[in-house]
């Protein structure tokens, strides 16, 4: 009833940039966080960045600076602008919403930590 479907990842330079996006579907009442993750095979997935509906926001010291978290809370979508990147920003890239309120059909309901199927971010000369 509630999907996130992830875009924008692939293939890029060092020193280039990326857009991804997530957008959540279903009949979407709101979500409290919506952040990114990332996940290097063999590691811990770890936070990128997150935002709350209200607009704060917070981020990965590795990623301060270059990359910008935002959101349309109209859309139920949240961005990932990834600018100056990195070769070791090379990850696949979890869209994550936590707390969403939405219509099951019969009552509202509620779905917490939930996940996007991934998406590749390559940063390679």
């Known amino acids: 009833q509630v999907q996130l479907v992830e875009s924008g990842g692939g293939l890029v330079q060092p020193g280039g940039s990326l857009r991804l996006s997530c957008a959540a579907s279903?009949?979407?009442?709101?979500?409290?966080?919506m952040g990114w993750y990332r996940q290097v095979r063999g590691k811990q997935r770890e936070l990128v960045a997150a935002?709350?509906?209200?607009?704060?926001?917070n981020y990965a010291d590795s990623v301060k600076g270059r990359f910008t978290i935002s959101r349309d809370n109209a859309k139920n979508t949240v961005y990932l602008q990834m600018n100056s990147l990195k070769p070791e920003d090379t990850a696949v890239y979890y869209c994550?919403?936590?707390?969403?309120?939405?219509?099951?059909?019969?009552?509202?309901?509620?779905?917490?930590?939930?996940w996007g199927q991934g998406t590749q971010v390559t940063v390679s000369s």
């Open positions: 279903g009949s979407i009442l709101s979500i409290n966080v």
């Open positions: 994550n919403a936590d707390h969403i309120t939405y219509y099951s059909g019969k009552d509202y309901s509620h779905e917490y930590d939930y």
């Open positions: 935002i709350r509906s209200g607009g704060s926001s």
